[in-house]
């Protein structure tokens, strides 16, 4: 399967065609190949901080505590859910935030255990992450890029999963094609409630996202998702903590008492939402 096919240059949009080790567009932009096979998208001009996304270190923690397939029910969750008359074979499929590439890989050889090939794109700003990703599955294109901005053309894919990220509707529209899908799942209420409870002093209320729904989608399903598991070393903890937000979030005190735990049993609340991009007539203006 070709990779890094029918991306567009980031700079001025025009496309981008492969020779050898690199992409090129016709205005002479060029941008090289990894050893592992990546593309780095996201131009100097584009980036907000040095080394923007989760760090070297905040990749490897949360490349440990995925690979212990805590998490799993929540690939479970997506594959369940997962509108039947969208089952398409060669479907293209963007992760836009794959981080390092646990979800796109596991859903990919689900679907695959049925038949169902999908032509495979997985966008995050951290180099740290994609570069960690591209290790796990040299058949999917792997770019460093931004949500904001995605190096593709128009209608490029049939779905956009975000899975704890930073969605950007504007440009998952434009890239879906007609009547594609779109993914989003976030946390809900009680999502780590344990923990929380022990690094802050009160929790905050929960706030819905996009309650007034999203413009230019239709919501198809929504769905909660419910499980627990349990971290039964200091190190595996820490792992965890340092994926979330709240290892920037919490006070000094709330990470002290974090570090006396041993063990701990944690509830995961997710929240699944389906959407599906409207028809072109029906996009407001």
């Keep these: 399967m070709l990779t890094l096919e029918n991306l567009s240059c980031p700079i001025d949009a025009t496309p981008l065609r492969r020779e050898q080790r690199s992409l090129k567009c016709e205005q002479g932009h060029s941008f090289d190949l990894a050893k592992t096979g990546y593309v780095n998208l996201l131009p100097v001009q584009n980036k907000r901080s040095k080394d923007p996304g989760d760090s070297k270190e905040m990749v490897a923690s949360r490349q440990s505590f995925l690979n212990q397939n805590h998490y799993f029910p929540i690939v479970q969750a997506v594959l369940d859910s997962w509108p039947k008359s969208h089952f398409l074979k060669g479907m293209r ?5 794959c981080g ?3 979800y796109l890989d596991e ?3 689900a679907l695959s255990n049925q ?3 999908m032509e495979r794109c997985g966008l995050d700003i951290s180099k740290w992450a994609i570069a960690a990703a591209s290790k796990r599955d040299k058949t999917v294109s792997w770019i ?8 593709v053309p ?16 504007t440009e998952f529209s434009r890239v879906l094609s007609d009547n594609g899908l779109m993914l989003l799942v976030e946390s809900g209420p009680e999502h780590l409630i344990e923990l929380r409870e022990i690094l802050y002093p009160s929790i905050h209320e929960y706030k819905q996202t996009f309650s007034d729904g999203v413009s230019g989608f239709d919501l198809v399903l929504e769905q909660a998702e419910t499980f627990t598991f349990s971290l039964d ?6 792992n965890l903590l340092s994926m979330t937000p709240h290892i920037h979030k919490a006070s000094y005190e709330g990470r002290e008492a974090v570090q006396q735990l041993e063990s701990i049993i944690l509830t995961a609340d997710i929240k699944l939402r389906w959407y599906q991009k409207q028809a072109k007539e029906m996009n407001h203006v």
Excluded: M, T
Excluded at 144 to 151: C, E, K, M, R, Y
Excluded at 154 to 169: A, I, K, M
Excluded at 233 to 238: A, L, P, T, Y
């Design 144 to 151: 460093v890029g931004s949500n904001a901005s995605l190096p």
């Design 100 to 102: 390092e590439g646990y």
């Design 93 to 97: 499929v963007l992760d836009a935030g």
């Design 115 to 117: 038949n169902i090939q």
């Design 154 to 169: 128009d209608e490029r894919f049939d779905l956009v999963l975000c899975l704890f990220g930073f969605p950007v509707f």
């Design 107 to 109: 859903i990919s050889q």
């Design 233 to 238: 070393s200091q190190e595996k903890i820490q």
